[in-house]
């Protein structure tokens, strides 16, 4: 049985990959390639938030007994890339190339900054404190597998 980190990591990975996708066809002006990288890849972070919000975070702060502290900032971060997707959505809406890019590396930047967080601090104090995971595993909803 993996571990949630695992398993949340390779999730991330497979988000960052949609993106690229999304970001090189939108580069080489392949507007249908980037509309499917685009609506794959906003499922599928949009998906990750809920399963961390509804799932793995509720999870972790009932065995912790902390909303207050790193499940709150990531979900505040969420927040803020939920905004920049919003952004985005409109630019490929618009197919308005170079407003697209412009977001997609602010967007980028902050999803780097929020992964390294979750993996390297949070994703381990759950794997930590979730123990056995499996009870989780088994809720949580992701593809892009």
């Known amino acids: 049985m993996d571990a949630i980190s695992d398993i949340m990591t390779h999730h991330h990975r497979a988000c960052d990959e949609l993106f690229s996708n999304m970001e090189n066809a939108v580069s080489s ?3 249908d ?3 499917s990288a685009w609506k794959e890849f906003q499922g599928n972070i949009l998906n990750h938030f809920a399963s961390e ?3 793995l975070f509720p999870a972790f702060e009932d065995v912790t007994g902390n909303s207050q502290g790193p499940t709150m900032v990531m979900k505040m971060e969420h927040e803020q890339m939920r905004s920049l997707l919003d952004g985005l ?3 490929m809406e618009e197919r308005h190339a170079e407003q697209v890019l412009g977001v997609a590396d602010t967007l980028m ?3 780097q900054q929020h992964n390294m967080k979750e993996e390297q601090i949070l ?3 759950i ?3 979730l123990s056995p995971a499996e009870p989780i595993i088994d809720k ?3 593809s892009a597998e």
């Open 109 to 111: 930047m902050m999803i």
């Open 123 to 125: 994703y381990p104090m």
């Open 33 to 35: 390639s980037a509309d």
């Open 53 to 55: 919000e509804e799932t």
């Open 140 to 142: 949580l909803t992701l």
């Open 89 to 91: 959505k409109q630019a």
């Open 29 to 31: 002006g392949d507007w």
């Open 127 to 129: 794997d930590q404190a």
